[in-house]
């Protein structure tokens, strides 16, 4: 009997076995044939039409799912299509094992057509850890490597660049080995932190994306009522961390900084769980970086602890970390409960159609287990303020503010979660960055609403002309793009709501129907505010 020795092909679908991988993500090209021909049926391959749309979907399934998401491009030209939405991958710690095809080695030294050279360069600094193995054979413990990285906190993507005569070549299956991921707080400063809360007059929690990205939004829960603490979202969270129509919960902090001041006037402690101190998008000047008022951070991101410009960090994972500080807060139910959040009233029904107007009906006929998606930036204080997400795993956002990672994320949420309604929520600007991934959605017949909040431009660029006092800058409007025969052209159901009568229709046939829907609501174009600038320019000039 004569054994079969292992290609290493053969070993590296062996390795993403190992590691759970169920799909691979990917657009397929010459330099990726060895690797793809007689694909095993046990790993679905989910095409999307275009790099940065198959990043974006891996990216939605590694978020929901939890696990390493495998993608495998085209290239170094497909790389390139791509870097954008790996550039928000890393933003978003999300755990990718991303490889590309490199021309095969004996042709390599000709600088041969579709090769790249110094090809893990190519993707750096986005990416957490890059290689090119020195021979084929490492390949596929290279590969194991990648997996292994991308999940250790804080997570991301990594890179491997594959020469297309590798794949046939002999190999060996590295050995499976398993790496703990999480990591304690330091104890005494966890006990620190617990004696300041105990002993603060009115404290304030800022949670952000990581707190719901590891799962510990029921933790965080528990530690704001036990403490009586106001929560707070983060600036430009990318994920909903605590329910927001909880009595503690305080609203959304701004990403100016002197809004980001005023709104946390009064407090005497502001611990701030997985998010940066703070995330600004403007500049000015934020009192609470130079008073004195104590600021304290935990997050498994040692870049962030450091970044922090004031204040103690304490580094752990944030399900470790809030255990820890669960099991020491001193009782403090004498501590008066926070005043509850004011909302603002529903906008009335009008023509055109309010963006609040329309988020609100969307909001009552959401099914109750509804994940969003979301990429409507302009719309961001409405949504906000009208479409009220639950906390854990029901919002997903980009964190680093690229347009084009929501559509095609939503296919890779809907992959994970195929039990339960996807709502990819996306201004008409952002639609046309991956609008591909809904011909996706349409072949896997995946349950997303695709929800396009149509006011015919790129409305956050409209804001910022104000405030930056951009007198008639070109590329903003929009005109002239048919959503209705886009989506139909993918196979994909669609519907144009002009009337606010025609929102709740327009909803119900979405929701019941099988597969994916578009619905594109003409909004009211008017420019909305982001946030309140003015009190920072104000601080800065009288700083």
Partial sequence: MVNHKLTVREATLGVLRSFGVDRVFGNPGSTELAFLHDWPDDIEYVLGLQEACVVGMADGYAQATGRAAFVNLHSAAGLGHALGNLFTAFRNKTPLVVTAGQQARSILPLRPYLFSEEAAQFPKPYVKWSIEPARAEDVPAAIAQAFQIAMQHPRGPTFVSVPSDDWGRPGSAPPIRRIATDFAPDAAAIKRLADAIGQARAPVFVVGADVDRNGAVDQMVDVAERTNAAVWASPMSSRSSFPERHPLFAGFLHAAPGALAQALRGTDLIVVFGAPVFTFHVEGYCDLLTNGTPIWQITDDPTDAAAAPVGESIIGTMRTSLDALLSVLPATTG?????????????????????????????????????????????????????????????????????????????????????????????????????????????????????????????????????????????????????????????????????????????????????????????????????????????????
Avoid at 366 to 373: G, R, S
Avoid at 442 to 454: E, H, S
Avoid at 511 to 535: C, H, K, Q
């Fill in 335 to 543: 501590r008066r409960r926070p005043d509850a959040r004011r909302l603002s009233p529903v906008p009335r029904a009008a023509n055109p159609i309010p963006p609040g107007f329309a988020l609100h009906r969307l909001s009552e006929l959401l099914p109750a287990d509804a994940i969003v998606v979301e990429e409507a930036p302009s719309h961001r204080p409405a949504i906000q303020e009208y479409l009220p997400r639950p906390g854990a795993d029901s919002f997903y956002t980009m964190a680093s503010g690229g347009l084009g990672y929501s559509l095609p994320a939503s296919v890779g949420v809907a992959l994970a979660r195929p039990e339960r309604r996807i709502v990819c929520l996306i201004g008409d600007g952002s639609s046309m960055y991956c609008i591909q991934a809904i011909w996706t959605a349409v072949q896997l017949k995946l349950p997303i609403t695709f929800v396009v909040m149509n006011n015919s431009g790129y409305g956050a660029m409209r804001f910022f002309s104000r405030i930056l006092q951009a007198e008639r800058p070109p590329g903003i409007d929009l005109p002239g793009l048919d959503f209705v025969s886009l989506a139909q052209g993918f196979g994909c159901n669609a519907e144009r709501v002009t009337r606010p009568e025609g929102l709740d229709e327009a909803f119900r046939k979405a929701f019941a129907g099988v597969g994916p829907s578009l619905v594109d609501i003409a909004v009211d174009d008017a420019v909305a505010m982001l946030f309140e600038e003015g009190e920072s320019k104000r601080e800065k000039h009288a700083g």
